[in-house]
């Protein structure tokens, strides 16, 4: 595959003869590349055609282009295009090799996370809206909030059971769990912002700045979360 990307990307001009195309990993989403190019270091994503999770790139380069005008510390998007030949192909600027966990932070690197989770979530639920053509509420009732999760949690039960037969005690407790979550009543209400959802395991770090990476899985929901 690195040699199929490398004549690939040679052919659009994104890089030289000389460069070179290493597999970093394959994960449940997308297989990773780094590109190497002189002194310029690219970090590739590729999706296979028709995969089930194609659209979650495109959904990360959307969000990457939504977050230009922020000044957030991530990496910035240089291309995307969902209809290569090899797939749906993204490429970034290249952010350090490996993830950083939260206890290896230094205090400067703290202030530089603070600061950008800070800055993400301030922007307006408005402008998520007029980017994304959506409808979000930047305040939602208890009721609204957990019925927003009923899909989801049906969705990780059902993936859950094709995997294994749960026992009767377990099947009643998640289907008891699961009524109360539709039954929900209350008056409180939760203010909402644009979260990235999975900061805490795609950090990465240079010198005193931390930079948040994967932005597959970023909407609106509680800062909190």
């Known amino acids: ?49 028709g995969s089930e999770v194609e659209k979650r790139l495109s959904k990360e380069a959307d969000v990457l282009r939504f977050l230009e005008d922020h000044n957030l510390q991530t990496a910035q998007l240089t291309f995307f295009d969902s209809d290569t030949e090899l797939g749906s192909v993204l490429i970034q600027e290249y952010i350090g090799e490996r993830d950083i966990d939260y206890g290896e932070l230094s205090g400067e690197q703290i ?14 639920i408005d402008k998520y809206n007029s980017f994304f053509n959506k409808d979000a509420k930047s305040e939602v009732s208890a009721s609204e909030y957990f019925m927003d999760h009923v899909d989801t949690v049906e969705a990780i039960w059902k993936s859950y059971t094709e995997l294994t037969e749960p026992e009767a005690e377990i099947k009643d407790l998640f289907k008891k769990g699961l009524e109360i979550l539709k039954n929900i009543e209350s008056d409180e209400t939760f203010k909402r912002s644009f979260c990235h959802m999975d900061f805490i395991n795609n950090m990465r770090a240079t010198d005193d700045e931390i930079y948040l990476v994967d932005w597959e899985l970023a909407r609106p929901e509680m800062p909190e979360y």
Do not use: A, P, Y
């Not at 530089?112 to 989770?117: A, C, D, E, V």
């Open 1 to 49: 595959m690195q040699d199929k990307l490398s004549d690939w990307l040679q052919k659009q001009g994104f890089v030289g003869e000389d460069s070179s195309v290493h597999h970093v990993r394959t994960g449940e989403n997308n297989s990773v590349f780094e590109v190497l190019d002189n002194e310029n270091e690219f970090v590739l994503k590729l999706n296979r055609k």
């Open 111 to 124: 202030k530089s996370l603070t600061s950008t989770l800070s800055s993400l979530h301030s922007i307006s």
